[in-house]
């Protein structure tokens, strides 16, 4: 069973920065990725970013390139989320998720075998 627990939300003011982590535990998986996704109040679930293990392949949607950058730390078993420039539309919940099949994060798709509880990200402008 894959736990995944996502930290590091909070309160912050347009244009500052924040980094949210995302501990993982119990995976077997010969590969693996790890996604970033955000889900606003009223709004569905949408993919922000993925990181593949073996290479460290990054994928972002077109509208957070440039200020989503997501890394991972092998030795922790944590990816991170960098989010820079906040916007008050960023505020959102953000899940951190993975699948035995690595194609369907990195695809962003929202039906993923197991994900974390979120951590709450408000912006205010």
């Excluded at 982590?21 to 970013?49: I, Y």
């Excluded at 293990?53 to 440039?66: L, M």
């Excluded at 991170?80 to 369907?104: G, H, M, N, S």
Aim: proline share 3%; net charge neutral; with cysteine.
């Amino acid at each position: 069973q894959v736990q995944l627990v996502e930290s590091g939300g909070g309160l912050v003011q347009a244009g500052g920065s924040l980094r949210l982590s995302c501990a993982f535990s119990g995976h077997t998986f010969n590969d693996l990725a790890v996604g970033w996704f955000r889900q606003a109040p009223g709004k569905e679930r949408e993919f922000v970013a993925a990181i593949t293990w073996s290479n460290s392949n990054t994928y972002y949607p077109q509208a957070v390139k440039g200020r989503f950058t997501i890394s991972r730390d092998n030795a922790k078993n944590i990816v991170y989320l960098q989010i820079d420039t906040l916007k008050p539309e960023d505020t959102a919940v953000y899940y951190c998720a993975t699948d035995f099949r690595p194609a369907r994060v990195v695809g962003g798709r929202t039906d993923l075998d197991s994900w974390g509880q979120g951590t709450q990200v408000t912006v205010s402008s």
